[in-house]
């Protein structure tokens, strides 16, 4: 049986040691639910469904369901992640897009994937692919679907673009259809309160939304964008290489951190990368000072995968290729 590990666990990984640990080894994850992380979910759901040629209605009644399901779940909601907000953030996307024309053409939505990375150490790379077509030029690509509270600029794109996902999801589609995939796109909307009161829009000099008239410059207040990214056989061969030592970190956790009470030996990287800012583990590092004991009041058992509660069907296997093994020969030319 395969050790599995998919980007975001690297990414972790790479990041804090204790934070993949909690997260991915010991599956503690805070009792409070994330309206942040669940309306991405949710317009991920509506995006399926749009993707696949379903209604409008049919794409915002599945939003609807996820978001409805987590919100007793919820401490507090900021006015972004209401669930008529995000509502109103869909229909404007979807109006934005009436004949359904993107870069590309989508022949397969929300699909997951299992391939070999590293076979000498019997681990596999897992994920889910939002989006698998092909764009302009007939050369198949890869889509990525995400929400963020953060401004669509070259910053924050570029983010995106330099990552690690970019690599490993080009990676897992050439090792699934044998064939040289470069092109990977970025559809990105942010989120954010869409303004609904029949106050008067300086910039277009009319009202948000006039009840009486039906009418306002409230459908030109979301933000939206398409980028893309691209690698070359060197740079996914760089990213393979650096891969294999993360997960070599990772396997080093796995085999020794089997509870809570081992989390006290773990590095915390977070504290000179920065990365504690936003990690949802901070209280319990920097407060509670890693104490076990503190671990039940904050946390709740809660396994994960990407492939979790997907049917064997809408999942990907790496059919049987024969390969050297761990010097990137696994790279599809």
Known sequence: MPILIDNSTMEKTASCHTAVAMERVLHLKPKAGSPQLEAGTAMHKAWEKFF?????????????????????????????????????????????HPNREFPWVSQYVEKGFQVRLFPDLGVDLIGKMDTFGADGTGS???????????????????????GSQVSAYLYATQRLFGSAVWVFYIMALKMKVVPMSNRTCKEHGMKYWNPEKKEGCYHEHADYKVESAYRNKTQLLGWYQDARLITQDYLHILENVKSIEDIGRVPMQGVFNNSCQDCSYREFCHSFNRKPESAEQLFDYKPWSPLLDMDKEDIFYEKEIDYDGADGSLLVV
């Open 140 to 162: 198949y690509c890869v889509v990525d679907w995400k929400t963020t509270g953060y401004n669509l600029d070259t910053r924050w794109f570029r983010k995106i673009q330099n």
């Open 52 to 96: 696949n040629g379903e209604d409008v209605e049919v794409c915002i009644l599945a939003l609807r369901e996820h978001y409805s399901s987590k919100l007793p779940y919820f401490e507090d909601i900021k006015p972004t992640y209401d669930l008529a907000n995000l509502e109103n953030l869909f229909r404007i996307w979807a109006s934005k």
